[in-house]
């Protein structure tokens, strides 16, 4: 098992439990997909990024995570790089390989930031200057999965397990790719 670098989880298993298997929504889960059979925690590693954006004459800058897999999730946001307190080093087997360089992941970084900005008002932006500076070294995030189903065919539901917010289709994807790839 290889140790990695993660966000201190908020949500421990048995908080996780609780959540995919109690309330409403569990019991339309149950009804549509099967029991809850399992949950796992499962590590994602972003690359973080010190953003620089300069518009109308105002200089501002943000750190972002990037997944660093294929770069298809959401941005993660940080009011300031993570501190000791902040990240645990575990040793798992559960954590999806980082696939994407440096470089494209600065590029995609970058079209995800210049694509929330015009989203917030395309009349607002001025004279736009975007720039990227990886921070060196990967950053896991933990996410607790629920697995539901009956007979062989199961359905993944995951947890953000800093946020503490159910997540999307993407990271379901992802997830799923990596769990039913050849290792």
């Not at 994602?44 to 770069?71: C, K």
């Not at 999965?145 to 009956?150: A, E």
């Amino acid at each position: 098992m290889l140790p990695v670098r993660s966000l201190k989880p908020n949500v421990t298993r048995e908080e996780a439990v609780e959540h995919f298997s109690h309330g409403t929504m569990s019991l339309v889960r149950e009804t549509m997909y099967g029991p809850l059979c399992s949950v796992a925690q499962c590590f994602v590693p972003f690359q973080l990024f010190r953003v620089e954006i300069r518009n109308a004459g105002r200089r501002e800058q943000h750190i972002f995570g990037l997944d660093a897999v294929i770069g298809s999730l959401d941005l993660y946001r940080f009011e300031q790089l993570p501190g000791e307190s902040e990240v645990v080093c575990v040793e798992t087997r559960n954590h999806v390989p980082a696939a994407l360089d440096e470089e494209n992941g600065k590029d995609l970084v970058l079209a995800k930031v210049r694509r929330f900005l015009f989203s917030t008002g395309f009349f607002r932006i001025r004279d736009l200057h975007l720039s990227a500076e990886a921070i060196p070294g990967e950053l896991y995030v933990p996410y607790w999965v629920g697995f539901r189903g009956r007979g062989t065919s199961a359905r993944l539901f995951v947890m953000d397990a800093v946020r503490r917010r159910m997540e999307g289709a993407k990271v379901r994807h992802l997830l799923r790719n990596w769990l039913t790839s050849p290792q």
